[in-house]
Each structure stands twice: as C-alpha cells, then as structure tokens.
C-alpha cells in the first residue's frame, strides 16, 4: 500500500523534529526532570509539527526505557502510540466533536486512572473549533485535572482560545519553517526515497510551501509521481502551475525596455495557459524588490540570494527599479478588487506613462550638460559673429 511520504515521514523522537527548537526543548526537559504541566496549548501555522510533538511527548511521557527524555521507539507503549492502540492516548478533533456533550463524556473518561502507562494523555485538535459551553465544561477539568492527566490543546487559531483556558495552559509557540531547514529535510526524505531532486527544484517546492512541511512533503510526493521519480525544476513548474524563473527575468527586461505590448502579451500568454497569475505577479514583486536591495546594498549577498540573473540589470537605475516594483505591488492590491489580468495590464500601461525615472543626481548632471552645450554653441556663435565681422572688414 502506498503511505504518503508526509506520513511515512512523521517524525517519531525529539530529535527528527525539524525547528520548533524551543516546543522541543521544554517538553524533553519536562520528560527529564520529570515536571510536567497539566494542560498545554500548542499554538502555530498548519502542518509545522503541533500533532507530531504531541505523539512524541506521548510517547517519551510513557516509554518504558526512555534515555534523555527521548522515547525508545521499540518497548511495547512507544509501539502502540505509534501504531495508534495505546488506551491511554485520546485524541479529540474538536472540529467534529465540539460541543458540550462531548466535553462531558471525556470528563468522565478523565476520571479514570491511566490504564497502562505512566500518563494518560488527551489531545484535543483545532481546539479553537469548541463552542463556549465546551470551553467552560473544559474550565474546572484543566484547572484540576487528576494526577498523571496530560491535555494538549492544538490550534492553528490562538486568538480564538478564550483567555480563561489560554491561562491554565503551558502555552507553546510553534513556528513556520525556514525555507533552507525545508530543503534539508526533502533532500533527506528523497535519499531515502530514492527520488532524483534538482536543488532549485526543491528551493520552489520549499518557498511556495510557506514554512508549512506537510505541504512541502505533499508537494514532493505530487510532483515525484507525475515526473517518475525525477524531480526538476520544470516538473515542479508544470505540476504548480507556476512560470520559471528564467521566463520571470525575460518578463522584467521587457518591462524595464518599455516595451508594454511585449508584457501585455506574455501576461495573456500566460493566463490562457492556465499558469497561476497572482503567483507569478508575486513572484515579480519580489524579484525587483531583491533587485533593488542588490543595486542599492553594498553587500547585498548577506541579505539576499544573488541571482546570475541580476547582472543583466546592471544599468538599471535604481529609482526605476523601485519605481517599477512600486506599480506592481499596487497592481496586487488593485487584483483584490477587480480581474486580475486587468489589473496587472494597467500596471503595465501605467509603467509606459513615465518613461525614464531618473534620479536627482542625474537630473542634475543632465542640466550641466546642456547649459554647456548651450554655452558652447553661444560661444561658437560669438566666434562666428566676430569671424564674419572680420571677414566684412576684409572687403
Ligand atoms: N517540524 C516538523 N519536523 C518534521 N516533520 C514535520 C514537521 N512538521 C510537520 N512535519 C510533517 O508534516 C506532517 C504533518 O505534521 P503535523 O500533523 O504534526 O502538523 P500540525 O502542526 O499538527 O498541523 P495541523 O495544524 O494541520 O494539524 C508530519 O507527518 C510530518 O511528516
Ligand atoms: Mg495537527
Ligand atoms: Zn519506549
């Protein structure tokens, strides 16, 4: 049977969670030192591990031979929480089970001692998802739960969880993942796997998946099968719906050209395609604002990935650039109200109104020059006038 790799991969110890450094360290020094609180809520973005955690601090909770906080993975509780049989693991989704009834059939079930291991543990998923009446149901148990009772409430919507309930918890930041930690982490699960990755492959699939793993891991899975296990760039392209770098850069050379029938047509183009206009719009913004930062930081490699790609854009100056990206950004907003292509169109018109955005500086210096040519050619004249006077006096 086929498992997709986003659970094939769930990580079973601390220590193949990727980031959440301090959610890590403070439920494995919790295992350690043996002072676990009652209630904790693990808050952050989707698919960033809260679920994950919560089975593993399960795990090293109840593990018979646990070592440095870390489960063992192999005495029979470890196996029957991964496996999803222990008894003394409930786990709630609180999407589908919201209500006051629900609540109360589970503080019956908290009254009863853990029946194998050491802690019985209740994780609640989508916490934010329980009516009022549940949340206060859920009051007293929290505040005073029976010994050896863990709550985990999990929720991707913190501001949701009432107060009340917010204060008898031990609250844990989870956070999105950092793009090179994502890219880390496919390369691993392709060596694995077997699966041929292109580097910049993986980098879109890590960017557009926004610190969110499951997605990054759904990605690869989509992508692998519809390339046959070799996965480029173009097939992560192709399978998003997304337009290339390359095609990016050619897009921006005829925007700095001027030349608005070029972009208006690779625009439509594009979008009868059938590619994602919004994606590649952003994808626009922030190359010219990666642009700016290149001409205008001195070292801008410290900040920034510098791209080959930017060198083409040497002369460039920089108030076009930031003129430019300027246009485009309200281009995006403007998508939000109306059609999306005609918003980004008139971008493009709007871009061709000002032709040249020059900076003071050069303003400046072209003044100079033509006050000179100006004097110049006054000169020249004065020497004409006073040529031809003396070529009168001769006759
Ligand atoms: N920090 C992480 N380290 C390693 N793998 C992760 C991490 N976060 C997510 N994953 C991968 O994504 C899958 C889903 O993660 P998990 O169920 O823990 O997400 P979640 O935060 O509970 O998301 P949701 O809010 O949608 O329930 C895991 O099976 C695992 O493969
Ligand atoms: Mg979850
Ligand atoms: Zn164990």
């Not at 998508?335 to 169109?345: G, H, N, Q, V, Y």
């Amino acid at each position: 049977m086929y498992v997709p790799l986003a659970r094939k991969y769930r990580p079973s110890r601390f220590s193949e969670v990727v980031g959440q450094e301090v959610p890590v360290r403070v439920l494995k020094n919790a295992v350690k030192e043996g002072r676990v609180a009652n209630a904790y809520l693990f808050a952050g973005p989707r698919g960033v591990g809260k679920t994950t955690l919560a089975r593993v601090f399960t795990k090293a909770l109840n593990c018979l031979n646990p070592e440095e906080g870390e489960p063992c993975g192999e005495c029979e509780n470890c196996k029957e929480i991964e496996r999803g049989s222990f008894p003394d693991l409930v786990e709630i989704d609180a999407a589908s089970n919201r209500g006051i009834d629900d609540i109360r059939a589970l503080k019956e079930n908290v009254s009863y001692a853990p029946l194998k291991g050491e802690y019985k543990v209740y994780i609640i998923d989508e916490a934010h998802m329980l009516t009022r009446e549940a949340f206060n149901a859920l009051l007293k148990t929290l505040e005073e739960p029976p010994p050896r009772t863990v709550f985990i409430l999990c929720t991707t919507e913190h501001e949701r969880i009432p107060p009340t309930i917010v204060s008898r918890c031990q609250r844990l930041l989870f956070r999105r993942v950092q793009e090179d930690l994502i890219v880390d982490h496919l390369k691993n699960v392709c060596s694995k796997e077997g699966i041929e990755a292109e580097e910049r492959a993986l980098k879109t699939v890590a960017r557009v998946s926004e610190g969110c793993l499951r997605d990054a891991l759904s990605l690869l899975d989509q992508v692998s099968v519809f390339s046959e296990g070799k996965v480029t760039s173009q097939a992560v392209e192709e399978v998003l719906g997304i337009v290339g770098e390359e095609k990016i850069f050619e897009f921006m050379e005829k925007l700095f050209r001027g030349d608005v029938e070029g972009c208006i047509a690779f625009l439509r183009d594009i979008y009868f395609k059938g590619y994602n206009l919004m994606r590649f719009w952003e994808s626009l913004e922030s190359e010219l604002s990666n642009l700016a930062l290149y001409k205008a930081l001195k070292d801008p490699a410290k900040v920034i990935e510098v791209k080959e790609h930017y060198k083409r854009f040497q002369d460039i100056p920089l108030e076009r650039i930031l003129y430019l990206e300027t246009l485009v950004n309200r281009g995006k907003v403007d998508a939000r109200t109306r059609d999306s292509l005609k918003a980004f169109e008139l971008a493009i018109v709007k871009s061709s109104l000002v032709g040249e955005v020059l900076s003071l500086g050069e303003v400046v210096k072209r003044i100079q020059n033509a006050t000179q040519q100006v004097n110049d050619r006054e000169g020249e004249k004065e020497v004409k006038k006073n040529l031809t006077a003396d070529t009168t006096k001769l006759f």
